[in-house]
């Protein structure tokens, strides 16, 4: 077995089809939602708050939100709707008539994970810069970051969905893995100041960290030679993850 | 050239036998049909031929190349139609046939042009614009059949096409059957309907708990295991000894309850010593061609016990 790029874009195409009939109708929440995030939590909360690493809270938490998008716009997509498309639409085997393999499935729904984490995130880019939250130019570097996420949450949900067989737990996956990782991943507030330096080589497992801590490399423009760990545990983590799927996905998917 | 050659293929789900040393010959242009039960391993033995299920035992060949080993070059010459429905229900006719072309690397000029004849062919044309989920059973199958022919294929593999379907709507989809086979498509084929079978199917394996347990051309398969006419009529069990003694029954009398069946060559005698028995209970009486349903029940016994 191996992956054919254009069977996997025809997968992928599968669910743009799907997914251009309510775009408009999706697409407005996108940029309602970091608006709301914004107001509450910087303008609101953020009031209350001087200066967070010299900079005012707003300001600080805008690149951790976006990565937030990205990684919200990719959970979606590879959990239910994976599991909606396995279970109850059957397209996989409709897809498995035609030369299309488990492998290219694999690929083309990590590939439109990412495309929607870009959709989302990219809107809450647009948000930010709107509101004069990104200092130009460097912050565009975050522009890159935004798939990047979007890989990783599709690894990490991918791995997830294919193992789970009922559709109630993926609200496990959401309250007690996404959830924490919005509140602790550095977003709101700098993590390395409330954990001792032992704590914080554990908190370096959580997923989120990585690309929050680039994205606020690149809205501050100083970047340190942690960015290239950050960058090796997000190619790194969804490398082996969607690697790991594949055996998983031909199980359920061939007989 | 036989389009599918399986040798000794078996598969089982744990300790469920789904298929049982199964041989398959079917010919380049023919009709071949799988008849049997539920769970009897029909979906399996499609699966298996275009490489979704993996033989434990044996290999498949399609169009002479192992069918797991080659799946994609396999799957890249035939259309699947599934028993389930796999369409898009959000989208309409035409943008699931374009999804359906794209698995098949079709684009632009030619995936339109491919969706918009089929539509004009299977007569989908008019509801082109509206989503699956508002179309009627017969449109939806009819799409179904579509979808799977938007590759050319040489091998179209349908698993039980017409189930569900009002009478119309089998009609048509016979009619497209034998169009396409015109055009020298091969056709595999499985149904419960023995109807079918025998209207469609040059030939037929009669599946029973994952083994063929015939194999035939429809009519051979008739005369090779029963005799041409078959009379139902309802008797007491304690009675029909005496009613058939010396008559020249083929096979075995089948028995529902009170009503039995016997298969004689001339249904004559029996007839006569019906009407003898009991003139009043002639409307009970039917006589008709032997067909594959009693060859079906004759060789599996399924719910039905022995008479004589
Ligand atoms: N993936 C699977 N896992 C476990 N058992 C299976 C699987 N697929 C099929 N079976 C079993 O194998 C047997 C044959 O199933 P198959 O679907 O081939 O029958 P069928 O003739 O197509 O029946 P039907 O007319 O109901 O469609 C059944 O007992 C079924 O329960
Ligand atoms: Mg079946």
Not at chain 1, 61 to 76: C, E
Not at chain 2, 231 to 249: T, W, Y
């Amino acid at each position: 077995m191996s992956v054919s790029v254009p069977h996997a874009l025809a997968v992928l195409r599968r669910n743009a089809a799907m997914y251009a009939r309510t775009w408009k109708t999706s697409l407005l929440p996108n940029f309602f939602e970091p608006v709301l995030y914004l107001a509450a939590m910087g303008v609101g909360v953020g009031s209350y708050i001087t200066e967070m690493a010299g900079m005012s809270y707003v300001e600080y938490i805008a690149p951790g939100l976006v990565m937030v998008a990205a990684m919200q716009g990719a959970s979606f997509e590879v959990t239910y709707n994976i599991y909606v498309r396995l279970t109850y639409e059957k397209a996989y085997d409709a897809m498995l008539t035609t030369p299309i393999e488990p492998d290219d499935v694999l690929v083309g729904e990590a590939l439109w994970g990412v495309t929607r984490a870009s959709i989302y995130g990219g809107a809450f880019f647009l948000v930010v810069a709107a509101f004069g939250l990104a200092p130009m130019p460097h912050a565009l570097l975050a522009i890159p970051l935004v798939p990047l996420a979007g890989l990783l949450f599709s690894a990490i949900g991918m791995a997830y969905s294919l193992r789970v067989y009922t559709i109630d737990l993926f609200s496990f996956y959401f309250t007690l893995f996404l959830t924490p990782l919005f509140l602790f991943s550095g977003v709101f507030f700098p993590l390395e100041e409330r954990l001792s330096s032992g704590w914080m080589m554990v908190a370096e497992v959580l997923p989120l960290l990585h690309p929050v801590r680039l994205a606020r490399a690149a809205f501050s423009g100083e970047f340190s030679l942690q960015v290239l760990w950050d960058l090796a545990y997000t190619f790194g983590l969804s490398t082996v993850l969607l690697l790991s799927s594949r055996r998983i996905i031909s199980r359920r998917l061939t007989t | 050239m036989h389009v599918i050659e399986a040798e000794n293929v078996s598969k089982r789900f744990g300790n469920r036998i789904a298929v049982d040393a199964l041989n398959l010959r079917v010919p380049k242009g023919a009709c071949y049909g799988l008849l049997g039960p539920n769970g009897a391993g029909k979906t399996t033995t499609l699966r298996m031929t275009y490489g979704v299920t993996r033989p434990d035992i044996g290999s498949i060949k399609v169009f002479g190349l192992d069918s797991v080993k080659h799946g994609r070059a396999v799957r890249s010459r035939i259309g699947v139609t599934l028993q389930d429905t796999v369409m898009i229900e959000a989208l309409d006719v035409y943008d699931n046939l374009k999804v359906f072309g794209r698995y098949h690397l079709l684009s632009g000029v030619e995936l339109d042009r491919r969706a918009r004849d089929l539509m004009e062919r299977l007569e989908l044309d008019s509801h082109a614009g509206m989503p699956v989920k508002t179309l009627s059973g017969g449109f939806q199958r009819r799409l179904a059949v579509a979808l799977s022919l938007m590759s050319k294929p040489e091998l179209l593999i349908l698993d039980e096409p017409t189930t569900g379907l009002d009478p119309a709507v089998r009609v048509t989809l016979w009619e497209l059957v034998r169009e396409l086979r015109r055009e020298g498509t091969t056709v595999l084929l499985t149904t419960h309907y023995m109807d079918e079978a025998e209207r469609l199917c040059d030939e037929l394996a009669i599946f029973s708990q994952g083994r063929v347990i015939a194999e035939g051309a429809p009519k051979a398969l008739i005369r090779e295991h029963l005799a041409r006419e078959a009379v139902e009529f309802e008797i007491d069990a304690d009675d029909d000894a005496a009613l058939l003694q010396g008559l020249s029954i083929s096979g075995r009398p089948l028995r529902i309850g009170r009503r039995t069946t016997v298969y004689l060559n001339d249904a004559a005698p029996l007839l006569a010593r019906l009407r003898e028995a009991d003139p009043e209970d002639l409307g009970n009486m039917v006589v008709r061609p032997t067909n594959l349903e009693d060859v079906f029940l004759t060789l599996t016994g399924t719910r039905l016990e022995g008479g004589a």
